[in-house]
């Protein structure tokens, strides 16, 4: 993180808030040395009626698949995690941020067995802009095709999305960023496209949106998952299909898909031009249309937006995120 970063004063940890120096973890976590964690990114966006979490509900949902499928028993329900990542948005009184549910085996086990140790579970928000810069959404990105694949299905299972698996996601964007790109494209093992280190990818051909198919290599985005409501709405035709490499330097348009990213476009593949060189018009329509419903704009068909409510000044001072933990749901 940069320099300014700004610490907001509330993190949320096991049923209460804690100050943000006090979120601290010790050296022997299970999650330190194998791990074993689990997160979501999720965003907060500024709207004229406040403050407004995107798809919150679809997030935790997979936050909680995620930690059924590595045996992890957290001990809070759907519900009690939406009430408590409001409230601490609430409480570090942020008009816009990032929000980060993050569960990790604590210390206990030794060995891979992870048995023996307990389970935290923290909700973490900050600010945070525009995940490749502002310009980045209006003029592009250049980037690269990784040397180091996605790993093969029934390896790493892509659809948890655990701290583990963004080892592969680091080297392919430290690769990218040591030789002058904004960011990488990750192939499968044999060699087709599936989606950035940390973004889905769609490409656009004759007016329609392509997209690589669920082969076991990607993450089942849910900023992805907008992306093709939005298209389909708008009347533009999306396919899935196998994307050999090539078909990335063909392509009319470009662009990634993600929490972070939003809908930013790409301008050029291994110093390719994609199409003019610039974002496309599917790119800059479908990009439009995502915007103007996470920034309050326009109706929020889709009932994709969960709005923040201001603490009162006896929740604020009480905290009735602390709450949840009398109600049996800490471990």
């Keep these: 993180m940069s320099s300014d970063f700004s610490f907001p004063p509330w993190i949320w940890r096991d049923g209460e808030l804690i100050a943000w120096d006090d979120a601290q ?43 059924r499928v590595y045996r992890m028993e957290l001990g809070w329900t759907h519900d ?6 409001v409230e601490l948005i609430a409480a570090n009184d942020l008009d816009a941020c990032y929000l980060r549910p993050l569960s990790l085996r604590g210390v206990g086990s030794v060995g891979l067995n992870p048995a023996a140790s307990p389970m935290h579970t923290y909700l973490i928000c900050w600010p ?13 990105v250049d980037v690269c095709v990784s040397s180091w694949s996605r790993p093969a299905p029934n390896t790493f299972p892509t659809q948890a999305k655990a701290g583990g698996h963004y080892m592969n996601a680091q080297l392919m964007k430290m690769e990218a960023v040591a030789n002058g790109y904004a960011e990488a494209i990750a192939l499968t093992p044999s060699g087709l496209v599936s989606e950035g280190s940390g973004q ?9 949106l392509i997209t690589p198919r669920m082969d076991g290599s990607l993450l089942s985005g849910i900023t992805r998952d ?30 990634f898909t993600g929490t972070a990213a939003e809908v930013t476009p790409v301008r050029s593949v291994d110093r390719i031009q994609v199409g003019p060189g610039e974002p496309g018009p599917v790119t800059r329509r ?16 889709f009932g994709w937006l969960t709005p923040v409510a201001p603490l009162r ?11 949840a933990s009398s109600a049996g749901g800490g471990n």
């Design 25 to 67: 973890i010790h050296v022997m976590t299970h999650a330190v040395h194998y791990g074993s964690s689990i997160f979501e990114g999720i965003r907060c966006y500024s709207t004229p009626d406040g403050p407004a979490v995107f798809r919150l509900q679809d997030h935790l949902h997979r936050f909680l698949n995620s930690a």
């Design 80 to 85: 009690q995690l939406a009430k408590a990542s």
């Design 128 to 140: 945070w802009g525009a995940y490749l810069g502002k310009e980045a959404l209006e003029e592009g």
């Design 200 to 208: 889905n990818i769609f490409l656009v051909r004759d007016g329609a």
């Design 226 to 255: 907008s992306i093709i409501q939005l298209a389909n709405r708008e009347g533009i035709p999306v396919r899935y299909e196998t994307v050999p490499r090539e078909a990335l330097y063909t392509a009319d348009e470009l662009f």
């Design 286 to 301: 479908l990009q439009a249309a995502f915007l103007r419903i996470v920034q309050g704009e326009e109706e929020d068909q």
């Design 313 to 323: 000044t006896e929740e604020a001072s009480s905290s009735s995120v602390q709450s």
